[in-house]
């Protein structure tokens, strides 16, 4: 089942027809010490770091998947009014947490 993920409080051409409840997901990395050193290096000459920004990306995905299963599992085919927040955690904030939270609907 494919599952819509919008950030606004509906979704445009479609009616909700049924609220199922609120849906989360959340991805947790580490980073590892030789990615620290070398987005620690990027950061000191300037530019981005890619490897964040890879790990960045694929923590969100892990979230919305998780978030789009939920959603699945409850019968929705749908997920509206979506936040995405990001944090680091840990000793020195070495895990990036990324949390994902909306509504789950059927729409028609």
Avoid: H
Avoid at 12 to 26: A, D, F, L, N
Avoid at 98 to 107: H, L, Q
């Amino acid at each position: 089942m494919s599952v819509i993920v919008t950030t606004t409080p509906s979704v445009e051409g479609r009616s909700i027809t049924t609220y199922k409840g609120i849906v989360t997901g959340e991805a947790i990395m580490g980073a590892n010490i030789f990615k620290d050193l070398f987005a620690g290096i990027r950061d000191i000459v300037g530019g981005r770091s890619a490897t964040y920004e890879r790990e960045l990306r694929r923590a969100r995905d892990l979230a919305t998947e998780e978030m789009k299963q939920a959603a699945a599992e409850m019968g929705a085919n749908a997920v509206v009014g979506v936040d995405l927040d990001y944090e680091t955690v840990g000793t020195n904030g070495s895990m990036l947490m990324v949390t994902i939270s909306g509504t789950a609907v059927v729409i028609s």
